[in-house]
């Protein structure tokens, strides 16, 4: 490729329309042919093969450390089962409270496994404790995410920032197996949900950047099959290892096996090479794909911003150039076009995260069999990620996102007029599966429409702002579960019917190409508004 550098110095570009590729012949060579990252991977390497594939499964196991890391507070901070105390004058009763009882009268019943609540007391007026523990982990993850989400856009990359936080969560996890005090583990999960934050945004971005355009659909989708297998692998971890302590060590293990087994065998994105102006790195990985999936990329084909790929006009094509495109949430806040849908996509991440956190946070208010209720919630999401797959591309995205998200505030609001005594327990918790449901395609959606709406120079940046907005509603939302089971699926309905509203207002990103810069996203907009 570099025999063509000199020779190309003083070549001018074209003006091509829109969505064709650049060609020019120099000296009776085979012509050289410029593409995007989309188009070399439509036209010569592959949407979706064995590479991708490849690279998709070992980066979405980031997906379930998250989940892992998220929800494990569930367990490790849930009431556990209390017995009386022999000639006490007390009588068990399943639908009492400990805070009904005369103190000495009853002690928790240790075969049940420790938590949290026994150990520090967190109970009757100081459960408001437990939501403390919830809303700052959730807190850790809101700073983690524009921090993570501009370094792994600049200087870091999505897998430099994907490792550094998988080792954090390994870190972390451990050291809060040992908190002697309860203050000590707030601090600890602040610091875990800090490092979790920034799986999510890295692991999603670098595992589907590889993926071409037909295929980035029904690829983003399934990366939520992963955290929801997740969430299932640490109902069985949970329930092996009862006592708060093990499991908190017990679930850090699968990160150590991530981070030295399969982060090594994950490649780097061709996209953020190319934006940081490492063209030579990003051709090397386009080759590797190519390869992999028993395509021929030619040697006179390079590669090129979506820019210089569709209007190459008044300006030289120099191959080979170390051209670095920057970009921060600054940018996106300055143009009129991103900075609405980024306040859009905000509000609907707060929504999404009351609604989906709350009801999976919820499940230890329902008086059911804790493990077989978040079971059966990993359970209900992985038929929406599919029926979600399958309908994206038919009906589109914002249509979907309005659709699912009015879907799950339906059955909440359904759920807070149930009561929780007898056959109606059963109900209600039918109401926060399908609750679940519906609000688990509108995150597997939400990715795939947020990751679209921005280009690849402030995309990780957008969505790590967005994820930030997202996670104040994942704060709030613990000392929400606390109160009033009825209480909370109103909140929650409420939530869903206005988060659907919101996605009214944002624009259809079906069969759109996956921009780089911010100016070719708003020259291609132009085009598209002025030719409607």
Request: aromatic letters at 12%; one cysteine or more; a neutral charge.
């Amino acid at each position: 490729m570099s025999s063509h550098k000199k020779e190309l110095d003083d070549l001018r570009s074209s003006l091509l329309p829109p969505g064709e590729t650049h060609t020019t012949t120099v000296h009776g060579q085979p012509p050289l042919e410029t593409l995007s990252v989309d188009q070399m991977l439509t036209k010569y390497c592959g949407e979706f093969g064995f590479w991708q594939f490849r690279h998709f499964v070992l980066t979405c196991m980031a997906w379930a450390l998250d989940a892992i890391h998220t929800m494990v507070m569930i367990f490790a901070n849930r009431e556990p089962s209390w017995v009386c105390e022999p000639n006490s004058g007390c009588v068990w009763d399943s639908a009492k409270s400990v805070c009904e009882l005369q103190p000495g009268s009853w002690r928790w019943d240790g075969s049940g496994g420790w938590s949290t609540v026994a150990e520090w007391g967190l109970v009757c007026g100081k459960k408001y404790k437990v939501g403390l523990v919830q809303a700052m982990f959730f807190c850790g993850s809101m700073i983690a995410g524009g921090v993570f989400g501009h370094l792994s856009d600049t200087k870091l990359g999505r897998k430099g920032s994907l490792m550094i936080v998988c080792l954090m969560n390994i870190v972390f996890g451990l050291l809060t197996s040992i908190s002697p005090s309860y203050w000590i583990y707030v601090v600890l999960r602040l610091f875990t949900g800090f490092s979790s934050g920034g799986v999510g945004v890295c692991a999603f971005i670098l595992a589907i950047e590889p993926t071409g355009p037909s295929m980035r659909g029904i690829a983003s989708m399934s990366t939520f099959y992963f955290y929801s297998a997740g969430i299932a692998l640490l109902s069985g971890i949970a329930y092996i290892f009862q006592s708060w302590r093990f499991l908190y060590i017990a679930s850090s293990i699968p990160s150590i096996i991530f981070l030295v087994f399969m982060l090594p065998f994950i490649s780097k994105s061709p996209r953020w090479y190319l934006v940081c102006g490492k063209t030579d790195e990003a051709m090397k990985i386009m080759h590797k794909i190519a390869k992999s999936n028993g395509k021929n990329l030619p040697e006179n084909v390079y590669l090129v911003l979506e820019k210089e790929a569709r209007s190459c006009d008044q300006r030289s094509v120099e191959i080979g150039t170390n051209e670095v495109i920057t970009g921060s949430v600054l940018d996106v806040i300055k143009s009129p076009l991103t900075r609405k849908r980024l306040i859009l996509l905000m509000g609907i991440n707060f929504t999404s995260s009351c609604v989906y956190f709350g009801l999976n946070l919820n499940a230890t208010n329902l008086e059911t069999n804790i493990y077989l209720s978040v079971l059966l919630n990993s359970a209900a999401e992985m038929p929406a990620y599919l029926l979600t797959a399958i309908l994206i591309d038919r009906f589109g995205r914002k249509p979907l996102g309005v659709g699912t998200q009015w879907f799950s505030g339906i059955f909440c609001l359904i759920g807070c007029l149930i009561g929780s005594q007898g056959n109606w327990k059963v109900l209600r918790t039918l109401c926060g599966v399908l609750g679940i449901f519906g609000m688990a395609g509108t995150y597997n959606l939400l990715y795939v429409y947020a990751m679209e709406l921005f280009p690849t120079v402030v995309r990780n940046a957008a969505l790590g702002s967005a994820r930030q907005v997202g996670q104040i509603g994942a704060i709030l939302v613990p000392f929400v579960v606390v109160m009033d089971a009825s209480i909370s699926f109103m909140v929650f309905g409420a939530c869903g019917i206005v988060g659907g509203i919101l996605t009214l207002f944002l624009p259809e990103t079906l069969n759109r190409p996956l921009y780089d810069t911010m100016n070719g996203m708003e020259d291609e907009t132009n085009k598209l508004s002025i030719l409607a």
